[in-house]
């Protein structure tokens, strides 16, 4: 398990860009598959992107494809998640988490499938 800390959020106008961070500390950092969700008020928790254990491959919900990039960088134990062309609908509390997967080519989608979570960051974007 890693204990992970979110920041970056803010309040933004629609089509600014934010860059959530999410730093990661414990034993162990490779090896674990990364995903951002967003639980907005009164919704459930939803995926978000998601990111294998070296970041070879990256998965979006369509909401946010091609607006939004996931990417690692092990060296610094830290997964980022780059917002651009923010809209309102963007608006939620941002959820970084982790999962031990080993050398796996993939990483979970949903968010049952993760072991370790983030506090939260707010990202809320104006009209």
């Known amino acids: 398990q890693v204990q992970l800390v979110e920041s970056g959020g803010g309040l933004v106008q629609a089509g600014s860009s934010l860059r959530l961070s999410c730093a990661a500390s414990g034993l162990t950092f490779n090896k674990y598959a990364m995903g951002w969700f967003r639980q907005a008020p009164g919704k459930e928790r939803e995926f978000v992107a998601t990111?294998?254990?070296?970041?070879?491959?990256?998965a979006y919900a369509d909401s946010v494809k091609g607006r939004f990039t996931i990417s690692r960088d092990n060296t610094k134990n830290t997964v980022y998640l780059q917002m651009n062309s923010l809209k309102p609908e963007d608006t939620a509390v941002y959820y970084c988490a982790a999962v031990w997967t080993g050398y796996s080519s993939r990483a979970p989608s949903t968010a049952n499938q993760y072991d370790s979570w983030g506090q939260g960051t707010q990202v809320t974007v104006s009209s």
């Open positions: 990111i294998t254990w070296n970041g070879d491959s990256t």
